[in-house]
């Protein structure tokens, strides 16, 4: 059983800082990819970040520049530090776990809230 366990959302200003960090436990091949994707309401989930347990990462367009993922594979954990938020940036943020040949193996924390005010 694998569980994935996200901390650090919450409110913060325009042009502020928030650090997510998400704890991955159970068993886990070493070989995956991990990520942040979020959901704004009345929107379709959509990929903020992913990185490799080999360290390659990929970014969306509107958080290139101010958003980094970095990973502690011996912790099994992913952190997402949000610079220069924006209100577009409000969305509940997910944590993804996946690998295998087609990413069969696909696991999602429960969320966390980020709410940027103008």
């Known amino acids: 059983q694998v569980q994935l366990v996200e901390s650090g959302g919450g409110l913060v200003q325009a042009g502020g800082s928030l650090r997510l960090s998400c704890a991955a436990s159970g068993s886990i091949f070493s070989i995956n990819a991990m990520g942040w994707y979020r959901q704004a309401p009345g929107k379709q989930r959509e990929l903020v970040a992913a990185?490799?347990?080999?360290?390659?990462?990929n970014y969306a367009d509107s958080v290139k520049g101010r958003f980094t993922i970095s990973r502690d594979n011996a912790k099994n954990t992913v952190y997402l530090q949000m610079n220069s938020l924006k209100p577009e940036d409000t969305a509940v943020y997910y944590c993804?776990?996946?690998w295998g040949p087609g990413y069969e193996y696909d696991y999602w924390g429960q969320g966390t809230q980020v709410t940027v005010s103008s």
């Open positions: 990185i490799t347990s080999g360290g390659s990462t």
């Open positions: 993804n776990l996946r």
